[in-house]
Protein backbone atom coordinates (compact mmCIF):
# COMPACT_ATOMS: atom_id res chain seq x y z
CA UNK A 1 0.00 0.00 0.00
CA UNK A 2 1.11 3.77 -0.43
CA UNK A 3 2.17 5.98 2.16
CA UNK A 4 1.12 9.34 2.26
CA UNK A 5 2.78 11.96 4.55
CA UNK A 6 -0.94 12.74 6.17
CA UNK A 7 0.43 14.60 9.27
CA UNK A 8 3.08 16.79 7.01
CA UNK A 9 0.14 18.94 6.09
CA UNK A 10 -1.17 19.14 9.10
CA UNK A 11 -0.35 23.41 9.46
CA UNK A 12 -2.86 23.20 6.84
CA UNK A 13 -5.23 21.48 8.32
CA UNK A 14 -5.01 23.42 11.15
CA UNK A 15 -5.35 26.72 9.27
CA UNK A 16 -8.54 24.98 7.14
CA UNK A 17 -10.31 24.55 10.51
CA UNK A 18 -8.68 27.22 12.39
CA UNK A 19 -10.59 29.81 10.53
CA UNK A 20 -14.21 27.60 10.04
CA UNK A 21 -14.24 27.36 13.87
CA UNK A 22 -13.57 31.20 13.90
CA UNK A 23 -15.93 32.07 11.24
CA UNK A 24 -18.43 29.79 13.51
CA UNK A 25 -17.94 31.99 16.86
CA UNK A 26 -18.58 35.37 14.71
CA UNK A 27 -21.66 34.00 13.08
CA UNK A 28 -22.96 32.87 16.14
CA UNK A 29 -22.15 36.07 17.82
CA UNK A 30 -23.46 38.37 14.97
CA UNK A 31 -26.63 36.34 14.12
CA UNK A 32 -27.38 33.94 16.65
CA UNK A 33 -29.07 30.84 15.95
CA UNK A 34 -32.68 31.60 14.65
CA UNK A 35 -34.79 29.52 17.68
CA UNK A 36 -37.44 27.47 16.52
CA UNK A 37 -41.14 27.33 18.51
CA UNK A 38 -39.04 24.71 20.87
CA UNK A 39 -36.87 27.40 22.23
CA UNK A 40 -39.05 30.02 21.83
CA UNK A 41 -42.40 28.89 22.80
CA UNK A 42 -45.25 29.32 20.54
CA UNK A 43 -47.60 27.44 18.29
CA UNK A 44 -47.28 25.30 14.98
CA UNK A 45 -50.21 24.09 13.29
CA UNK A 46 -50.39 22.14 10.23
CA UNK A 47 -53.90 22.51 7.89
CA UNK A 48 -54.53 20.69 4.98
CA UNK A 49 -56.78 20.96 1.90
CA UNK A 50 -56.19 24.56 1.11
CA UNK A 51 -55.91 25.24 -2.37
CA UNK A 52 -54.54 28.48 -2.17
CA UNK A 53 -51.46 30.42 -1.85
CA UNK A 54 -49.08 31.07 0.90
CA UNK A 55 -50.40 34.67 0.77
CA UNK A 56 -53.85 34.20 1.28
CA UNK A 57 -53.23 32.08 4.16
CA UNK A 58 -51.23 35.26 5.62
CA UNK A 59 -53.77 37.58 4.98
CA UNK A 60 -56.30 35.26 6.67
CA UNK A 61 -54.07 35.40 10.16
CA UNK A 62 -53.20 39.14 9.64
CA UNK A 63 -57.15 39.89 10.06
CA UNK A 64 -56.91 37.37 12.83
CA UNK A 65 -54.06 39.65 15.01
CA UNK A 66 -51.29 37.08 13.93
CA UNK A 67 -48.86 39.01 12.49
CA UNK A 68 -45.74 37.21 12.79
CA UNK A 69 -46.41 33.90 11.17
CA UNK A 70 -44.08 31.82 8.86
CA UNK A 71 -45.86 30.00 6.57
CA UNK A 72 -44.08 26.37 4.84
CA UNK A 73 -45.98 25.16 2.18
CA UNK A 74 -45.59 20.91 2.60
CA UNK A 75 -46.94 18.47 0.48
CA UNK A 76 -50.37 17.19 -0.96
CA UNK A 77 -51.88 21.42 -0.05
CA UNK A 78 -50.75 20.98 3.55
CA UNK A 79 -49.34 24.13 5.02
CA UNK A 80 -46.97 24.53 8.72
CA UNK A 81 -48.04 27.58 10.24
CA UNK A 82 -45.68 28.67 13.28
CA UNK A 83 -46.62 32.14 14.96
CA UNK A 84 -45.23 33.30 18.86
CA UNK A 85 -48.52 33.56 20.30
CA UNK A 86 -49.75 30.26 22.42
CA UNK A 87 -53.23 30.86 23.82
CA UNK A 88 -55.50 28.26 23.01
CA UNK A 89 -58.53 31.26 22.72
CA UNK A 90 -56.48 33.03 20.20
CA UNK A 91 -55.60 29.46 18.50
CA UNK A 92 -59.37 28.58 17.99
CA UNK A 93 -60.10 32.22 16.56
CA UNK A 94 -57.07 31.13 13.86
CA UNK A 95 -58.52 27.90 13.24
CA UNK A 96 -62.44 29.34 12.60
CA UNK A 97 -61.15 31.98 10.30
CA UNK A 98 -58.99 29.61 8.46
CA UNK A 99 -61.94 27.06 8.05
CA UNK A 100 -64.11 29.70 7.20
CA UNK A 101 -62.06 31.44 4.25
CA UNK A 102 -60.99 27.82 3.67
CA UNK A 103 -64.35 25.37 3.99
CA UNK A 104 -62.25 22.33 3.50
CA UNK A 105 -59.28 23.34 5.53
CA UNK A 106 -58.68 20.23 7.52
CA UNK A 107 -56.54 21.06 11.11
CA UNK A 108 -53.96 17.61 11.11
CA UNK A 109 -51.43 19.11 14.33
CA UNK A 110 -51.80 21.73 16.92
CA UNK A 111 -48.67 21.88 19.34
CA UNK A 112 -48.64 24.82 21.54
CA UNK A 113 -44.88 25.27 23.59
CA UNK A 114 -45.09 27.76 26.86
CA UNK A 115 -42.11 29.93 27.66
CA UNK A 116 -41.17 28.00 30.58
CA UNK A 117 -40.88 24.72 28.56
CA UNK A 118 -38.81 26.15 25.99
CA UNK A 119 -36.12 28.02 28.79
CA UNK A 120 -36.06 24.34 30.32
CA UNK A 121 -35.29 22.34 27.19
CA UNK A 122 -32.79 24.99 26.10
CA UNK A 123 -31.39 24.44 29.50
CA UNK A 124 -31.72 20.74 29.37
CA UNK A 125 -30.00 20.79 25.56
CA UNK A 126 -26.86 22.34 27.03
CA UNK A 127 -26.65 19.98 30.25
CA UNK A 128 -27.07 16.64 27.11
CA UNK A 129 -24.06 18.07 24.52
CA UNK A 130 -21.99 18.50 27.74
CA UNK A 131 -22.26 15.49 29.36
CA UNK A 132 -22.19 13.78 26.22
CA UNK A 133 -18.50 15.08 25.66
CA UNK A 134 -17.89 14.95 28.92
CA UNK A 135 -18.99 10.95 28.71
CA UNK A 136 -17.27 10.11 25.89
CA UNK A 137 -13.81 11.77 26.85
CA UNK A 138 -13.57 10.04 29.83
CA UNK A 139 -14.75 6.41 28.04
CA UNK A 140 -11.57 6.98 25.16
CA UNK A 141 -9.32 7.35 28.30
CA UNK A 142 -10.17 4.35 29.85
CA UNK A 143 -10.25 2.38 26.48
CA UNK A 144 -6.61 3.39 26.03
CA UNK A 145 -5.42 3.17 29.18
CA UNK A 146 -2.81 0.38 28.49
CA UNK A 147 -1.09 2.23 25.92
CA UNK A 148 0.40 5.27 27.95
CA UNK A 149 3.52 4.61 25.67
CA UNK A 150 4.45 7.82 24.37
CA UNK A 151 1.42 9.67 25.14
CA UNK A 152 -0.84 9.28 28.10
CA UNK A 153 -3.99 7.79 27.29
CA UNK A 154 -5.99 10.56 28.42
CA UNK A 155 -4.90 12.47 25.97
CA UNK A 156 -6.53 10.64 23.75
CA UNK A 157 -9.32 11.66 25.47
CA UNK A 158 -9.03 15.48 24.82
CA UNK A 159 -7.90 14.72 21.32
CA UNK A 160 -11.16 13.34 20.54
CA UNK A 161 -13.21 15.84 22.62
CA UNK A 162 -11.40 18.63 20.05
CA UNK A 163 -12.43 17.32 17.51
CA UNK A 164 -16.08 16.68 18.62
CA UNK A 165 -15.85 20.60 19.63
CA UNK A 166 -14.88 21.30 15.93
CA UNK A 167 -17.76 19.31 14.17
CA UNK A 168 -20.28 21.00 16.65
CA UNK A 169 -18.98 24.50 16.42
CA UNK A 170 -19.03 24.47 12.65
CA UNK A 171 -22.43 22.60 12.59
CA UNK A 172 -23.43 25.15 14.97
CA UNK A 173 -21.89 28.41 13.11
CA UNK A 174 -23.10 27.06 9.72
CA UNK A 175 -26.96 27.19 10.84
CA UNK A 176 -25.92 30.40 12.29
CA UNK A 177 -25.76 31.66 8.62
CA UNK A 178 -28.78 29.70 7.34
CA UNK A 179 -31.04 30.72 10.01
CA UNK A 180 -29.79 34.53 8.72
CA UNK A 181 -29.98 34.50 5.44
CA UNK A 182 -32.42 31.37 4.86
CA UNK A 183 -34.86 32.07 7.86
CA UNK A 184 -34.12 27.86 8.60
CA UNK A 185 -34.86 28.03 12.69
CA UNK A 186 -33.66 24.96 15.08
CA UNK A 187 -35.43 22.99 17.21
CA UNK A 188 -35.59 20.26 19.32
CA UNK A 189 -34.43 17.97 16.28
CA UNK A 190 -31.53 19.85 15.75
CA UNK A 191 -29.61 18.56 19.28
CA UNK A 192 -30.52 15.54 18.39
CA UNK A 193 -28.96 16.08 15.34
CA UNK A 194 -25.82 17.54 17.34
CA UNK A 195 -25.68 14.18 19.92
CA UNK A 196 -26.08 12.20 16.49
CA UNK A 197 -22.93 13.70 15.08
CA UNK A 198 -21.27 13.89 18.32
CA UNK A 199 -21.98 9.77 18.40
CA UNK A 200 -20.62 9.36 14.76
CA UNK A 201 -17.30 11.23 14.90
CA UNK A 202 -16.30 9.78 17.78
CA UNK A 203 -16.94 6.61 15.91
CA UNK A 204 -14.46 7.24 13.13
CA UNK A 205 -11.86 9.12 16.27
CA UNK A 206 -11.42 5.51 17.32
CA UNK A 207 -11.61 3.67 14.54
CA UNK A 208 -8.20 5.49 13.67
CA UNK A 209 -7.35 5.57 17.01
CA UNK A 210 -7.28 2.11 17.82
CA UNK A 211 -5.68 0.93 14.72
CA UNK A 212 -2.89 3.68 15.99
CA UNK A 213 -3.07 1.80 19.70
CA UNK A 214 -2.55 -1.77 17.57
CA UNK A 215 0.50 -0.47 15.67
CA UNK A 216 2.34 0.71 18.94
CA UNK A 217 1.85 -2.20 20.30
CA UNK A 218 3.11 -4.71 17.18
CA UNK A 219 6.23 -2.10 16.37
CA UNK A 220 7.39 -1.28 20.36
CA UNK A 221 10.14 0.82 19.87
CA UNK A 222 11.53 1.04 16.74
CA UNK A 223 9.07 3.57 15.00
CA UNK A 224 8.47 7.22 16.30
CA UNK A 225 4.97 7.97 17.28
CA UNK A 226 4.50 10.17 14.44
CA UNK A 227 5.19 7.31 12.06
CA UNK A 228 2.90 5.02 13.43
CA UNK A 229 -0.22 7.45 13.69
CA UNK A 230 0.87 8.74 10.01
CA UNK A 231 0.54 4.93 9.01
CA UNK A 232 -2.29 4.28 11.00
CA UNK A 233 -4.08 7.24 8.93
CA UNK A 234 -3.19 5.55 5.66
CA UNK A 235 -4.74 2.08 7.10
CA UNK A 236 -7.66 3.52 8.46
CA UNK A 237 -8.67 6.25 5.63
CA UNK A 238 -10.39 4.88 3.03
CA UNK A 239 -12.44 2.78 5.58
CA UNK A 240 -13.74 6.17 7.25
CA UNK A 241 -14.46 8.01 3.64
CA UNK A 242 -16.30 4.90 2.57
CA UNK A 243 -18.34 4.58 5.69
CA UNK A 244 -19.11 8.25 5.61
CA UNK A 245 -20.04 8.43 1.96
CA UNK A 246 -22.55 5.36 2.66
CA UNK A 247 -24.26 7.15 5.91
CA UNK A 248 -24.29 10.58 3.84
CA UNK A 249 -26.01 9.25 0.38
CA UNK A 250 -28.90 8.12 2.69
CA UNK A 251 -28.72 10.92 4.35
CA UNK A 252 -28.96 13.27 1.22
CA UNK A 253 -32.09 10.96 -0.21
CA UNK A 254 -33.92 11.72 3.12
CA UNK A 255 -32.90 15.83 2.67
CA UNK A 256 -34.13 15.40 -0.73
CA UNK A 257 -37.31 13.24 -0.75
CA UNK A 258 -38.19 13.38 3.11
CA UNK A 259 -40.91 15.40 4.68
CA UNK A 260 -40.55 18.86 5.80
CA UNK A 261 -40.47 17.96 9.25
CA UNK A 262 -37.00 16.12 9.10
CA UNK A 263 -35.66 18.76 6.41
CA UNK A 264 -33.56 20.60 9.67
CA UNK A 265 -32.16 17.41 11.36
CA UNK A 266 -30.82 15.39 8.30
CA UNK A 267 -29.12 18.90 7.07
CA UNK A 268 -27.33 19.07 10.82
CA UNK A 269 -26.20 15.60 10.03
CA UNK A 270 -25.54 16.36 6.58
CA UNK A 271 -23.21 18.80 7.67
CA UNK A 272 -21.98 17.33 11.04
CA UNK A 273 -21.11 14.17 9.66
CA UNK A 274 -18.98 15.51 6.86
CA UNK A 275 -17.09 17.62 8.97
CA UNK A 276 -16.95 14.46 11.38
CA UNK A 277 -15.08 12.60 9.31
CA UNK A 278 -12.91 15.10 8.28
CA UNK A 279 -11.77 15.93 11.65
CA UNK A 280 -11.26 12.66 12.47
CA UNK A 281 -8.90 12.17 9.95
CA UNK A 282 -7.24 15.35 9.75
CA UNK A 283 -7.45 17.11 13.65
CA UNK A 284 -7.78 14.62 16.46
CA UNK A 285 -4.61 12.10 15.27
CA UNK A 286 -2.58 15.21 14.38
CA UNK A 287 -3.15 16.98 17.57
CA UNK A 288 -1.79 13.79 19.63
CA UNK A 289 1.03 13.91 17.50
CA UNK A 290 1.64 17.68 17.97
CA UNK A 291 1.53 17.49 21.58
CA UNK A 292 3.65 14.62 21.79
CA UNK A 293 6.60 16.59 19.85
CA UNK A 294 5.93 19.63 22.22
CA UNK A 295 6.58 17.32 25.34
CA UNK A 296 9.60 16.15 23.57
CA UNK A 297 11.02 19.63 22.84
Not at 1 to 12: A, D, F, S
Not at 66 to 72: L, Q, R
Not at 236 to 250: E, F, G, P
Request: glycine fraction near 6%; avoid cysteine.
Amino acid sequence: MQMYNILGKRKYFYIFSGTLMLLSVIALSVWKLNYGLDFTGGTLMEIQNIQSQSSDIKSVLNDAGINDAVISPTQNNAFLIRYANSSDEKNQEVLAKLKKNFPDAKNTRLDLIGPSISSDLKSKAFWALLFAVIGIAAYVAYAFRKVSRPVESWKYGVGAVVALVHDVLITVGIFAVLGHFLKIEVDSAFIAALLTILGFSVHDTIVVYDRTRENLLRSGSGEKFDETVNRSLNETMARSINTSLTVLVTLLAIFIFGGQSIKTFTLALLIGITFGTYSSIFVASALIVDWWKWEKK
